[in-house]
């Protein structure tokens, strides 16, 4: 290492006036010089308001925080701060540990000056989702002459952060609408079947019949709205999520947990749009179930039961199999069933007659070796079971199309 960077390493802007001060100290006191003591003695009293102002203007500050806030993955998440202090104080720096901020995003701020109450905004991207518990920060102070930084964390009331799985347009996924047989025994589509149970209204779209328009519901509106019926022939997707620790395989948000999440969410999405069911499993110590009804519009609650959804389950390799016949019995009118593995696992599940598996097939060593080139599929059909070979860099926009 050079000198120069040696220098710096270990001698610091305090350490320098130390010694300057010993030196002018020495030197004073063997030639009697007073402008050398009068030198000293400046020294000295930069020294103490170096140390001591820093301290007084970091004592009796208070920082408080609202108790929850919500953002998803790649958006903007405002963090917003109140802080309380005796009098005025400078030079004041906020700084908070956001595990689900970009890493190269500096998660502070810098308060020139603070008056004796502020508010503070600081926008964060977030890169993780999950669910976090904030309940400390830390406050830094260098006024007035920037030699000495003396640092405080505080303790404050915990404030619980939700961070959304992002959603991309994955394209409609093939879905079938019957489980009726060909003769060769694979599936094949047809048409909307008998209606059965009223479920509820919804907007009215190019195509519908007017039969189904609900002429009080309409007019209490001011548009028109239809109604829609639950029936066995109607689409429906059963998501299985692998929630097993030994399945996860690289570094969140970059892993292959993370990316089965993206792609859950994704469904979600497009089945909202094209009014159809979806249903949800996995098992962590926390089980992750539940459906979302073919009429649903509104995706934050399950986006949000996907947040707390962890890789954190048992890591038998026959467990996940028994959750996907487990789910296929809670949820017989499934007409496809979607499944993660990795490619280092071998294909265990076969669909039952009547269903068509999507197995979502996750090339694991991408996750380890990024930057390696690895051999991806997008649909290879055998019987009723399509394989997809995802990749960690693989762009998921438009997977089904």
Known sequence: MPLKERIKQHLSLHWFLWLLALACFLIAWNRGLALLYGMLALLLAVLAMSYLYPLWHLRGIGVSRPRQAEAQVGGTLHLRYTLTHRHNAYHIELTDELPFAVEEEHPGHFISHLPKRAELDLPVTCRQR???????????????????????TLETRPMEVTILPRTVAIGAPPMLTSRQHSVDGTIQTTGTGAQHEFAGVREYRQGDSLRHIHWAASARHQEMVVKEYEDQDRPSLLVVLDQSAAANIGEAPESTFETAITLCASVIRHAMEAGMAVHVMGRGQHETRFSVPSHCRDIRPYLEQLAHASADGNDDEDAYPGLVHEALATFPQTNTLMTFRNRSRRQTIEPPPGVTLLDMELVDESFIYPLRRFEQSWGDRHGNTLTYSITRNTALEGLFR
């Open 130 to 152: 999950g669910v976090f518990t904030l309940s400390r920060l830390r406050l830094a102070c260098a006024y007035p002459f920037g030699v000495f930084r003396y640092h405080k």
